[in-house]
């Protein structure tokens, strides 16, 4: 069983750097990620949402709602932690 | 070659940082192990991701003396998007984290042990 | 209000959700109405969404009115439209349902039951109605958590269950994750429109073909296709009544939908079929699927492990229908998401009704229950028929488009493997058939105190349900033609 785990593992390990060859390099200015949608962010950010923190003004503006998709997981995960630990007091019998 | 690794090292360092957390999922049979394993996982994928933000000569996503009026150029800072993704993902994370421990406090009050293969065997 | 129908219907479970756990701690009884008005205002919203659809054409929603890629958008098209509604009214039959059933499995943690069964309906929702990669991965994160909570809370078994649920649906949505993250880092952007439109100049990168085989992997993980179904079995067989009746018809078809998004609308169809062998490892791994599925039902004692097993072999028949590649494959598969979900939802609402009444769920006990509950037992046979194939319940008219796929595919074995399993159900359902139907022996008349035997049927609010239930999978058999030439031709891209 272990035997199959750590093969899975490394297989899935070697897929994944043969996937990074093509990847543009690590600090490179002009690669895709760069150039395609985050420059609007970083240069309209003064002018649309009058943050000069960018990753505020992408996180509560631009892209809001993720951010409240994200404090319902926190809330899905604290009633889940509530539903799964509760447990009834068994309240000890009066001796009478 | 030497080209390939000193430009792609970063990425390699992060998926074999997500395998030694993969394989602590699937192939420990402790239940805490393989929660372990899940975190280390996760982190790793957000340090990938993170790791894509970068840029050569880049300052911190954000404008010092920002309320004078003054150009901005977009390859002076570093790209912000994959932060405010990953700041999600750390909450998925530690909500994900949060609920597994919680099962496995379930699991502990019913079966008094956390190895699976002990587990089974009450089960059988 | 009718403009801002695609965000009200997932905003209305998350915002009652919330009232929901602020009343129900105040008082107790609040919670039942108010989840039956969540559903139902959503429910609503989601057949005014179907009708903006059929109307007007695809629907663009902007969130916070900032255009795509910079912003999030919800994009409504036929396929959407087409899947809202079936969620929404499944939770709704589940939510009429669960009352009688999680007064007496859970008694004092109704309130919390209550508001995580909203929150798990908005995730499913959200998954369904999104146009952007991220906010997918988010709300699949909401559903994921709410589901291994309801399910931890089950009977003896469940806590483990849930945690080997929770170990691979994590891997599933890392994997998922990893997924948008190298599509991420060789286009830049997040909207799957916006992918549509960069990624064919991509198609030969290494980073395009890892990101998609990655997707792939994750989404069979949360779909339970063949080699990584093992979570499924053990989970719904000993979730509550209620939440077993709620995941299994929906989680897979969710899971199924996302795949058709992936492959049919981020990626063009011809990267899966022509570029890439996707589509037929896919219908391999389906075919498998459906066989190991009625195989390893056939073995099973206990009623509601069985039909787990029945649902492993449904995820094949979608999976099938999506990988034979062309337009009555496809319409198969879309067609059965609908009417699987309402197979599934009767008869595992059935089995719930039967663990209420009398508790036990092995095959052998259920004697002598057509005369005790007999229109639950109709509804379970007009389910049986409908998985096995049968007109004019709707299972048929789904196998008839996915074995034409499968004949204008060339795929022999694939029609070949669809009868063969059409075989298996017959005979598994008719197993169970014959047990209820039987007289009982002389050792089950010491057990039975009386020989005069009462209807003593589900309650009101588990029977409304069930005949509902039974009454839409004739009627959607009958309409199913109407159904597949107003809209779920539509949903098909086209080029097919």
Redesign the interface.
Known sequence: MRVLALITVIITGIILIYGTVDMPDWGDPNSPASLHVSPRYIEKTMEETATPNMVTSVLADYRGYDTLGETTVIFTAGISCILILRERRRRKKKKS | MFDLIVSKYNYWIYITLMMIGFYAMVGKKNLIKKVIGMNIFQTAIILFFVSTASKKGGTLPIIMHGHGAHAVNAASYINPLPHVLMLTAIVVMVSTLGVALAILIAIYRKYHTLEEDDILKFNK | MMLQAPVLIVVIP?MF??IA?ILGLWKKGLCYPIVLIALSLSFLATLQTLNIVITSGTIHYR??N?SP????EYVIDYLNAFVLPVISFVALMVAIYSKKSIKKELP??IV??Y??FL?QV?GFL?IVVTGDM??L???L??AS??G???I??GE??A??A??NY??FG??GA?FY??GV??L???????NMADLAK?LPNLYG???I???F?FFMVGLALKMALFPLHVWLPDAYTHAPSSVSALLAPLMTKVGAYVLIRVIYTVFKPYFSIEMLPATTILSWTAAAAIIFGAAMALAQTDLKRMLTYILVSEVGYLALGIGLGNRNGLTGAILHILNDAFMMLALFMVVGAIIYRYGGRRISQLRYLHKKMPFTIAVFVVAALSVIGIPPTCGFFSKWYLILGAINAHGWVFVAVLLVSSLLNAILFFRVIENVYLEPHDVDIVENHDMVVSVEEAPLTMLVPILITGAGLLSLGVLSGKIISTIIQFAIPAGF
């Open positions: 998350l959700a919330f756990f969130l916070g900032w890629p910079w912003g999030i004092d943690k919390y039951f508001c995580i929150l908005t959200g991220f906010n991965y988010v709300f994160e909401i958590l709410s291994y909570a309801l931890t809370v003896d078994g806590p483990f849930s945690f929770l170990i994590t891997i890392c994750l990893l993250g190298y991420y880092a060789a286009t830049g952007s997040l960069l990168s290494k980073v073909l890892v990101g085989s």
